[in-house]
């Protein structure tokens, strides 16, 4: 009779500390045109992606929906092709086509087997360089995108969300500027086709690629995007706009029928090439940036007063921001602000406990370690830090800054940044 060992489940299995991150470095090439590409070669499938990112988000645009709309109308018809013809020559080889548009810029990303790539990249060709904006494709889009307008206007959360950016950068301010009701009929083809025209070309793209990457793919890149058939003479450059944060700092949007009220509070702050960025990160972490924070414990699990609370640290090209964010029922809502604010005293009049901070480096670092597991996601940090001018040393720093911040240090950036004197508060709803 075989004896079994009694596993000893009271005693926790030894934690290894991160030391350093691998990561693949992504190379840089040039096509003809002096278009950067940047790979990252890894992985073990025939499989690519190709991430075409172009200078041409909201901070870009010259009136609401602009970026926006001409970013969802690419895959809408080109002047050889409709929609229809589009989704199906890339349903038919198994890839898939993404559009997206953020603040800075905004993306369009092939996924393809590497076989399938010479079949599939002349569309994205002619998506990119020969958009059509067909008028009933349009109007079917500007109508479905205000029908969901009106929806989310209902909806407190999503009013707080829209209101909170307008109140800490300025109603005039590209990151802050909101979509009204006329905003959808003032967009128009030539509107669409004169920012398309400018930003969408040569001279505002990079090319970002991960999974298997080989001269095939760099000759094909370059046969359909490196001539100087797709250059803009368009101004490229954006005059910057000044901050304009509402000085009245408590904001209220009374909605009469309200049971749950959403609260947003925060300010604006600076992006990742600050010195103090990364610390942020660690006391935001405390603060209320994952499941186990201070805001959660206290507000969810103690009070009960919301599903949810956190908080967080937005970096932008050319801003960020701090931001508190919860929904919860109208009778506490003031209760609740008032506990966000207990909260952030702590933070500046008593030091974070050793375990507490200990367990806080940990989540980071396990959290960092999954973020950089394939070569999509190498890709996808890479491009975090190209767009602000930044080397692999930022990760680096990153991993040492979490390992050696102290409690001291914390209760510092506590005192600078987390005054609740200069947050911006926006309820929407009913501040009982």
């Known amino acids: 009779m075989n004896s079994m060992q009694t596993l000893d489940r009271t005693t926790p299995p030894a934690f290894r500390t991160v030391e350093k991150v691998e990561m693949i470095h992504a190379s840089e090439k040039r096509l003809r045109n002096n278009i950067p590409v940047y790979a990252v070669n890894a992985g073990t499938q025939e499989l690519i992606k190709i991430e075409f990112l172009f200078s041409a988000g909201m901070y870009q645009q010259k009136m609401p929906l602009q970026a926006s709309t001409v970013n969802a109308m690419l895959e809408e018809g080109t002047s050889k092709m409709n929609a229809a013809q589009i989704a199906d020559a890339v349903d038919y080889y198994g890839a898939f086509l993404e559009t997206s548009v953020q603040q800075d810029n905004a993306s369009v990303v092939l996924y393809t087997l590497n076989k399938h790539l010479k079949a599939t990249l002349p569309v994205v060709e002619q998506i990119i360089k020969d958009a059509a904006f067909p008028q009933a494709e349009l109007d079917t889009h500007l109508q479905n995108k205000k029908q969901k307008f009106f929806v989310n206007n209902q909806k407190v959360a999503n009013l707080a969300r829209k209101r909170f950016s307008e109140l800490i950068f300025g109603a005039k301010h590209p990151y802050g500027i909101n979509v009204v009701e006329k905003d959808f009929d003032a967009i128009t083809i030539a509107k669409l086709k004169e920012f398309y025209s400018t930003f969408y070309k040569a001279n505002s793209c990079k090319i970002i690629m991960a999974g298997k990457v080989n001269d095939d793919v760099y000759t094909l890149l370059d046969e359909h995007f490196g001539g100087n058939d797709w250059t803009s003479d368009g101004d490229l450059e954006i005059k910057s706009t000044p901050i304009d944060t509402f000085t009245d700092r408590e904001q209220l949007i009374y909605r009469e029928d309200a049971v749950q009220s959403a609260i947003r509070i925060g300010k604006v702050m600076f992006n990742k090439t600050h010195p103090d ?113 930044l080397g692999y040393d930022y990760y680096d720093k990153y991993i040492s800054t979490i390992k050696s911040i102290s409690a001291i240090e914390l209760k510092e950036l506590a005192n600078t940044h987390f005054q609740e004197q200069n947050m911006v508060e926006l309820v929407v709803g009913k501040k009982n």
């Open 277 to 389: 960025y990364q610390k942020l990160l660690v006391l935001n972490t405390v603060f209320g940036g994952y499941f186990g924070s201070r805001l959660m414990a206290n507000i969810r699990e103690d009070k009960g007063y919301t599903y949810g609370i956190g908080s967080g640290m937005v970096s932008l090209k050319n801003s960020g921001y701090f931001f508190i964010s919860t929904e919860v029922g109208v009778d506490v809502c003031k209760k609740a602000i008032s506990e966000v604010y207990y909260e952030m005293n702590l933070l500046r009049t008593e030091l974070v406990s050793e375990d507490e901070l200990e367990l806080v480096k940990n989540y980071m670092l396990g959290t960092f370690l999954r973020s950089v597991d394939g070569p999509f996601a190498m890709a996808d940090r890479f491009k975090g830090i190209m767009e602000y001018n």
